[in-house]
């Protein structure tokens, strides 16, 4: 029996995740950027060598979603790149977050997005912050189920397609783990 699991990307998952990406964007932006700038701005973005490229940078970390060996969905967390978020120095941003439509609505998403949570508040960051396509009202639906909160809206801008959406944010509480809790007076 094939099982999930959630653990960081490695490098050799670089084509799977670029396959994800692409398809996902691709699927998901169809009506806010003219076809000739969809296609330049995956080849730009979700290259197989663009990924690479990503996965080695410091200042982020991706998830992938593993059913048996194959991936299946994948998030990164990184620097912000969002106006909005830039000046937030406590904040890291959520992109690229992607599950294959036969994995969708399982849980695993959401498993995703509390381990993704929890992975960078242990790394010292206060909010997540990320951006999620107008049209795309499953995703902000997703999003308000688990705390975020509309900051503005803001437009990405490619070549000639303009294509808006909304700037989403979240405060992180780093979880205290329950041996940590004490109630004044009382020893054990």
């Known amino acids: 029996?094939?099982?999930?699991?959630?653990?960081?990307?490695?490098?050799?998952?670089?084509?799977?995740?670029?396959?994800?990406c692409s398809s996902g964007f691709a699927n998901v932006h169809q009506s806010g950027f003219l076809p000739e700038d969809l296609a330049a701005f995956c080849q730009q973005q979700y290259s197989v060598a663009?990924?690479?490229?990503?996965?080695?940078?410091?200042?982020?970390?991706?998830?992938?979603?593993?059913?048996?060996?194959?991936?299946?969905?994948c998030l990164r967390m990184g620097t912000p790149t969002l106006a909005l978020a830039k000046p937030d120095l406590s904040g890291i941003?959520?992109?690229?977050?992607?599950?294959?439509?036969?994995h969708r609505s399982g849980g695993w998403g959401s498993g995703m997005l509390k381990m993704a949570e929890a992975e960078s508040s242990k790394r010292g960051f206060g909010q997540v912050w990320l951006h999620v396509y107008l049209p795309n009202i499953r995703a902000?639906?997703?999003?308000?189920?688990?705390?975020?909160?509309?900051?503005?809206?803001?437009?990405?801008?490619?070549r000639q397609s303009h294509p808006t959406g909304l700037v989403l944010r979240k405060r992180l509480v780093e979880a205290v783990p329950a041996s940590d809790y004490s109630v004044p007076g009382k020893t054990e």
Not at 93 to 102: I, T, V
């Open 140 to 158: 902000q639906e997703f999003y308000y189920r688990h705390g975020y909160t509309k900051m503005g809206e803001e437009q990405l801008v490619f």
């Open 50 to 73: 663009a990924i690479q490229a990503d996965l080695e940078k410091a200042d982020r970390f991706y998830l992938e979603l593993v059913y048996g060996s194959e991936v299946v969905g």
């Open 93 to 102: 941003e959520l992109a690229r977050f992607y599950l294959d439509a036969a």
């Open 1 to 20: 029996m094939d099982q999930y699991e959630i653990r960081y990307a490695m490098a050799p998952d670089a084509g799977a995740i670029a396959a994800l």
